[in-house]
């Protein structure tokens, strides 16, 4: 004779898979939570005194007073991608493609920035161009800020470029090209790197989020003329409003979150067309 009810159902329940998912939703809520709450106040300001209708006045005041720093955050984070793909695809080329003394040694120093505290990398940067030396004077510049987020970003791109590379039988590719007449250059431009594009754009968007977001650094070589996006951040929760604060914390949400998603499309791209991003 059958079992019925709840005694029949429950031997079928995986409790290994239940506990799984258990835990999924916990640690989902544990990180989501702070965001939604975040957004919440974005639109609703301080609960204080009992909720106000949701209003987007936040936002244009979030945009209106912090419109400097977003632009200089999004020119930084450009130009500081456009440097890394001029020097990090070359350089993960020859560290995959060539042979040659200390090129273990080259390969694990190209990783050292991403082990190293963004603190350290900023009192570092300060110590070293703080001041005038040797004739270069770029302290409290764009361009101190612009270095160290190159310094900090760029081994995502040399190593994402790398490992693209190593996916790829780049060997056959260069000798069919080169059997058709192509020298090095021609080889390089022309056939290995339209060959791992989805590697660098992955690469390239990683740095742009990387450098966008960048704090540590920047808080160290930054000054009030030159102010980035996480700076005006730090700042908006100690001066401006909270639901101004919380706006500008949505929108650096938002921007992160868009570049992530790009970043998943084009992993997504490589894969389908046979590469690994």
């Known amino acids: 004779m059958p079992e019925s009810g709840l005694g029949s159902r429950l031997p079928d329940l995986d409790y290994g898979l239940f506990a799984f998912y258990l835990v999924c939703v916990a640690v989902l809520t544990f990180i989501l939570l702070p965001v939604f709450v975040v957004f919440f106040y974005s639109f609703f300001g ?3 005194g009992g909720l106000s209708r949701p209003t987007l006045e936040f936002y244009e005041g979030a945009i209106s007073n912090n419109l400097d720093a977003i632009i200089l955050s999004i020119q930084i984070a450009v130009i500081t991608v456009i440097v890394d793909i001029i020097v990090g695809v070359p350089a993960a080329y ?3 493609r060539y042979e040659f003394p200390f090129k273990r ?8 920035p991403m ?6 990398i900023g009192v570092a940067i300060v110590r070293s161009w703080g001041a005038p030396r040797f004739g270069i004077d770029i302290g409290g510049t764009v361009e101190i800020i612009i270095i160290g987020h190159i310094l900090f970003t760029i081994p995502f791109v040399i190593q994402v470029t790398m490992a693209t590379l190593e996916s790829i039988d780049y060997r056959r590719l260069e000798e069919s090209a080169r059997s058709l007449g192509a020298g090095w250059l021609r080889t390089f431009v022309y056939v290995i790197i339209p060959n791992i594009y989805s590697g660098i754009i992955a690469g390239s968007i990683m740095a742009f989020a990387l450098s966008l977001g960048e704090f540590n650094i920047s808080f160290f070589v ?9 700076i005006a951040l730090f700042g908006g ?5 909270v639901g101004e604060a919380s706006a500008l914390a949505s929108i ?9 998603l790009i970043v998943q499309l084009i992993s997504d791209e490589g894969v389908k067309l046979g590469g690994n991003v």
Do not use: D
């Open 46 to 48: 301080s609960a204080v």
């Open 94 to 96: 020859t560290l995959v």
């Open 105 to 112: 040694l080259l390969t694990e120093l190209t990783i050292l």
């Open 115 to 120: 082990a190293i505290p963004g603190i350290v």
């Open 222 to 230: 930054y000054t009030p003329q030159n102010t980035t996006l996480p």
């Open 237 to 241: 929760f100690r001066t401006a409003t």
């Open 252 to 260: 650096f949400i938002l921007l992160i979150v868009g570049l992530l």
